[in-house]
């Protein structure tokens, strides 16, 4: 996959994470018992921790994963935050900024390492109290599991079913896959290098598509001698394996052709990872790297920034209100009186409603974005987390081009990146597990976008073991939080609320991934301020499903202009079923509720005019009424109106803070004579 | 602004409610208009929330402040105005009886809350300014702009 098109949305986010860090390790200096500071140091940390790795920045990601270390201990209050402390935060910031900065400048982080900082980090670590004990074995378990990649070297590397499927992808198009052991020389010096070379070299020829150990791995010297690739390739064996034994302290070139052919593997996978990001290559090698010659994609090229102009969300607001006065005008123009409708004049207003008409489009599109934008990163994401944790996980993404106002794009990113870090890592099982379990080996996590009314919904949903909530009442009496009566009785739904308080995580383990007990509550403080809500559902051994519900802010939306008394109203289009006159003999009551039968079902339905409480009139003298069927999941509600003046494309205004509590009201709208019609809450007033 | 070498002295605008003055400072008010638009009623709002109105493309909601204080309601006329308040990046519309001038009220001139009493609505008030004679009711923007329930 080509990262360029993210690169962007990295930079940006990263100047914006750096900015906040550098403002809240200030004022952790000024407090050192601040832990509120402490904890917003810990959550960036984290999040550009998880940003770089999905970029490929390795040596960001490790950095910040060595600080992250530190910082849990500060939490855990197993060190103390003293000047000295401070400094080395700063200096890990500034080495940070200096990554981004060469991200900026050449697309690649650059190759200074700062494993200097990270043993002043885990030095750090060593010197802490003794209460940390427990701490520095998670620490431990953070690390990638070496010794087991280790000991597959020596027998045939064993493929995923992704791999199979790129093999008999490539052997259709007339190319082989080679398993290449390379064995160095036992005086070899430079390990890493010496792989950097032959990895340079095999991209000459072919596409690496697999390594062992990780590529990550070799780059920190964490092998012996050997390492084995499957590359594919065109080009003649004894062409490369010529090119690899003339690299110095190449020892031994073993080269074995793969005679791939397992149909039942091939799955619908590979459909969503374009080949060239087969393997995990730190940025500046896949740069240095010349573009494979049979690749199906070429190589990441480098990459500079440009060519976007980040614009202030404000200003695109003022732009959208000028532009819904300039329509309101139109309108108004349109329907003067006293005019002579000339053909010059008709024309004329013809094409300012089509210019107007675009302007608008035009603004609007400005603002809204499809949700690909952000999902686009994920696929990648989810395998090498998967990978890194041994499991199978297949990632199914929909409603990719649901779109959503820019404000809530841009912002969206960093949760779902924790929710579905946490469902690989907590909710998917071990391979072994699931068989154990009676499910299919591979797990499946499903990322789902689709606009319900008024909102945008995002499911992420595993089929993994769910929430253990007996584990959660567990941990919150052992943590005090709730005494082990009052536990007791806490309901499920309770229960799961817990998991969103900060520092709440029930995992066992501490790994890379997740399971320190930043995310859930970070995604939740993210989600409302967006004005959205999150709500969970699990069951254990089947899976969780997370629901974010985003509002479509200042959308336009297909409206019902109604009346009721003297006031216009507007229903939402998409949530009106269908319209129907009714006589006041058609409503039954019915436990205390007045509904009407339709279509052999009852429906209740609600009398706007008191719900509204409009004054004057009264439904009671009327003959026929207007009954506006409202849809609201699978439930049918009538609402009774005057009379129905039309659907109209309306834009949607805050009604702003002071009346945000209106719950019958969502927002409002400008109608073509400059005054203000509500529109109406579909779901509360069908409650 | 010249007058900002006085110490304390501050532009107020004043306006009437039935018989009395009031003043609101003038860098809390973003612009004043005529009442000559529909104001379009919220429901499940309390009395004094006449409802909101449309500002150049923009909903502000609108509060009768006789009603707030628990005089008779508005009777709109050529004097009405509706003076738009910025408070905490809030806009918000008050509905006054009619507009009168702008005043420059220092130290002398104004007296705080605790000299105070009598029937005035003493909850939203700030001071009471009184340059030549006039009594000038000083309001305090931040409550009248606060939620009924929080303000009481």
């Given at each position: 996959?080509?990262?360029?098109?993210?690169?962007?949305?990295?930079?940006?986010?990263?100047?914006?994470?750096?900015?906040?860090?550098?403002?809240?390790?200030?004022?952790?200096?000024?407090?050192?018992?601040?832990?509120?500071?402490?904890n917003?140091?810990f959550r960036?940390?984290h999040t550009?921790k998880g940003?770089?790795g999905t970029?490929?920045?390795?040596?960001?990601?490790?950095?910040?994963h060595?600080?992250e270390n530190?910082?849990h201990?500060?939490r855990n209050?197993?060190?103390?935050?003293?000047?000295?402390?401070?400094?080395?935060?700063?200096?890990?910031?500034?080495?940070?900024?200096?990554?981004?900065?060469?991200?900026?400048?050449?697309?690649?982080?650059?190759?200074?390492?700062?494993?200097?900082?990270?043993?002043?980090?885990?030095?750090?670590?060593?010197?802490?109290?003794?209460?940390?004990?427990k701490a520095s074995e998670q620490t431990k378990a953070g690390a990638p599991p070496?010794?087991e990649t280790?000991?597959?070297?020596?027998?045939?590397?064993e493929?995923d079913q992704y791999?199979?499927?790129?093999?008999?992808?490539?052997?259709?198009?007339?190319?082989?896959?080679?398993?290449?052991?390379?064995?160095?020389?036992?005086?070899?010096?430079?390990?890493?290098?010496?792989?950097?070379?032959?990895?340079?070299?095999?991209?000459?020829?072919?596409?690496?598509?697999?390594?062992?150990?990780?590529?990550?791995?070799?780059?920190?010297?964490?092998?012996?001698?050997?390492?084995?690739?499957?590359?594919?390739?065109?080009?003649?064996?004894?062409?490369?394996?010529?090119?690899?034994?003339?690299?110095?302290?190449?020892?031994?070139?073993?080269?074995?052709?793969?005679?791939?052919?397992?149909?039942a593997a091939?799955g619908v996978q590979a459909e969503e990872m374009?080949?060239?990001?087969?393997?995990?290559?730190?940025?500046?090698?896949?740069?240095?790297?010349?573009?494979?010659?049979?690749?199906?994609?070429?190589?990441?090229?480098?990459?500079?920034?440009?060519?976007?102009?980040?614009?202030?969300?404000?200003?695109?607001?003022?732009?959208?209100?000028?532009?819904?006065?300039?329509?309101?005008?139109?309108?108004?123009?349109?329907?003067?009186?006293?005019?002579?409708?000339?053909?010059?004049?008709?024309?004329?207003?013809?094409?300012?409603?089509?210019?107007?008409?675009?302007?608008?489009?035009?603004?609007?599109?400005?603002?809204?974005?499809?949700v690909?934008?952000v999902f686009?990163r994920f696929p990648r994401m989810i395998r090498d987390v998967s990978r890194e944790l041994g499991k199978e996980v297949e990632l199914e993404m929909s409603g990719v081009?649901t779109?959503?106002?820019?404000?809530?794009?841009?912002e969206i990113g960093d949760p779902l990146i924790h929710l579905l870090r946490n469902a690989c890592d907590h909710g998917i099982e071990s391979k072994e597990e699931r068989r154990k379990l009676g499910k299919p080996e591979s797990g499946k996590i499903e990322l789902k976008a689709y606009q319900d009314g008024?909102n945008v919904v995002i499911e992420v949903g595993d089929d993994g073991q769910g929430i253990d909530v007996e584990k959660v009442r567990k941990k919150i009496v052992e943590r005090g939080l709730v005494s082990k009566d009052a536990a007791a009785n806490l309901s499920k739904k309770d229960l799961i609320e817990y998991l969103f308080r900060p520092s709440f995580s029930t995992a066992e383990k501490v790994t890379d991934i997740s399971g320190r007990g930043v995310g859930l509550d970070v995604v939740k403080t993210k989600i409302e301020t967006l004005g959205g809500t999150v709500e969970v559902e699990t069951e254990t051994g089947r899976g969780s499903r997370f629901y974010i519900r985003l509002p479509?802010?200042?959308?336009?939306?297909?409206?019902?202009?109604?009346?009721?008394?003297?006031?216009?109203?507007?229903?939402?289009?998409?949530?009106?079923?269908?319209?129907?006159?009714?006589?006041?003999?058609?409503?039954?009551?019915?436990?205390?509720?007045?509904?009407?039968?339709?279509?052999?079902?009852?429906?209740?339905?609600?009398?706007?005019?008191?719900?509204?409480?409009?004054?004057?009139?009264?439904?009671?003298?009327?003959?026929?009424?207007?009954?506006?069927?409202?849809?609201k999941g699978e439930r049918?509600?009538?609402?009774?109106?005057?009379?129905?003046?039309?659907?109209?494309?309306?834009?949607?205004?805050?009604?702003?803070?002071?009346?945000?509590?209106?719950?019958?009201?969502?927002?409002?709208?400008?109608?073509?004579?400059?005054?203000?019609?509500?529109?109406?809450?579909?779901n509360?007033?069908?409650n | 602004?010249?007058?900002?070498?006085?110490?304390?002295?501050?532009?107020?605008?004043?306006?009437?409610?039935?018989?009395?003055?009031?003043?609101?400072?003038?860098?809390?008010?973003?612009?004043?208009?005529?009442?000559?638009?529909?104001?379009?009623?919220?429901?499940?709002?309390?009395?004094?929330?006449?409802?909101?109105?449309?500002?150049?493309?923009?909903?502000?909601?609108?509060?009768?402040?006789?009603?707030?204080?628990?005089?008779?309601?508005?009777?709109?006329?050529?004097?009405?105005?509706?003076?738009?308040?910025?408070?905490?990046?809030?806009?918000?519309?008050?509905?006054?009886?009619?507009?009168?001038?702008?005043?420059?009220?220092?130290?002398?001139?104004?007296?705080?809350?605790?000299?105070?009493?009598?029937?005035?609505?003493?909850?939203?008030?700030?001071?009471?300014?009184?340059?030549?004679?006039?009594?000038?009711?000083?309001?305090?923007?931040?409550?009248?702009?606060?939620?009924?329930?929080?303000?009481?």
């Open positions: 996959m080509d990262m360029s098109q993210y690169l962007e949305i990295f930079i940006e986010e990263s100047k914006e994470h750096l900015q906040s860090l550098n403002q809240s390790l200030l004022q952790l200096e000024k407090n050192p018992d601040d832990r509120a500071m402490l917003e140091i960036v940390a550009i940003m770089a970029m490929g920045f390795n040596r960001m990601s490790k950095l910040t060595d600080m530190v910082l201990a500060l209050d197993e060190l103390e935050v003293t000047p000295e402390l401070v400094d080395i935060l700063f200096r890990c910031f500034d080495a940070l900024e200096n990554y981004t900065a060469n991200i900026i400048e050449t697309g690649s982080e650059g190759n200074t390492d700062s494993k200097e900082l990270s043993d002043v980090l885990s030095g750090l670590l060593r010197n802490k109290k003794k209460s940390g004990a070496a010794p280790e000991r597959e070297i020596a027998s045939d590397l493929l791999e199979t499927n790129l093999i008999n992808k490539a052997a259709d198009m007339g190319n082989d896959a080679w398993q290449i052991t390379v064995r160095l020389n036992k005086g070899c010096l430079l390990k890493s290098a010496r792989a950097f070379i032959i990895f340079k070299t095999l991209e000459r020829h072919s596409e690496i598509i697999k390594s062992v150990p990780p590529v990550q791995d070799i780059e920190d010297e964490k092998f012996d001698f050997e390492f084995t690739v499957i590359v594919l390739t065109r080009a003649d064996a004894e062409v490369i394996r010529k090119d690899l034994n003339s690299i110095a302290e190449v020892d031994d070139v073993i080269m074995k052709l793969i005679k791939e052919r397992n149909k091939v374009p080949a060239a990001d087969q393997l995990q290559i730190p940025a500046d090698i896949r740069q240095a790297a010349a573009p494979g010659q049979d690749g199906p994609e070429p190589v990441t090229k480098k990459t500079k920034t440009g060519k976007t102009v980040r614009v202030d969300i404000d200003r695109l607001d003022v732009l959208l209100n000028l532009v819904s006065e300039l329509i309101i005008q139109k309108t108004r123009l349109e329907g003067l009186e006293g005019i002579e409708r000339t053909q010059q004049y008709v024309e004329a207003i013809e094409y300012l409603e089509r210019i107007t008409t675009s302007l608008h489009d035009a603004v609007m599109k400005v603002r809204m974005v499809p690909e934008t686009n081009d779109e959503l106002d820019r404000t809530v794009i841009d008024n479509l802010t200042l959308a336009i939306i297909q409206a019902l202009l109604v009346m009721i008394g003297e006031e216009k109203y507007a229903i939402q289009l998409s949530s009106v079923h269908k319209i129907i006159n009714i006589t006041p003999d058609d409503i039954k009551t019915v436990q205390k509720q007045e509904v009407v039968m339709y279509r052999n079902s009852v429906i209740p339905i609600v009398r706007l005019r008191e719900v509204l409480e409009v004054p004057g009139g009264s439904d009671a003298d009327q003959k026929v009424m207007t009954l506006v069927i409202v849809k049918l509600t009538g609402f009774i109106v005057d009379r129905i003046i039309g659907q109209q494309e309306i834009v949607q205004k805050s009604l702003g803070k002071y009346l945000a509590g209106t719950r019958v009201i969502t927002s409002a709208t400008i109608l073509g004579d400059g005054n203000v019609a509500l529109i109406l809450d579909v509360a007033l069908a | 602004m010249a007058d900002q070498n006085t110490t304390d002295a501050r532009r107020y605008l004043v306006f009437r409610l039935e018989n009395d003055e009031y003043g609101i400072e003038i860098d809390k008010i973003s612009t004043i208009i005529e009442k000559d638009m529909d104001i379009t009623r919220v429901p499940k709002q309390p009395a004094f929330v006449k409802g909101v109105i449309n500002l150049r493309g923009e909903i502000i909601p609108v509060l009768s402040l006789r009603l707030k204080f628990g005089l008779d309601d508005d009777v709109y006329n050529e004097d009405t105005r509706i003076i738009i308040i910025k408070v905490d990046d809030l806009s918000i519309g008050l509905i006054v009886d009619s507009v009168a001038e702008v005043v420059l009220l220092d130290d002398e001139t104004t007296e705080s809350v605790s000299n105070i009493a009598g029937e005035r609505p003493l909850e939203y008030l700030k001071g009471v300014g009184k340059p030549d004679g006039r009594i000038i009711t000083l309001l305090d923007l931040e409550k009248i702009v606060m939620p009924e329930e929080a303000a009481t």
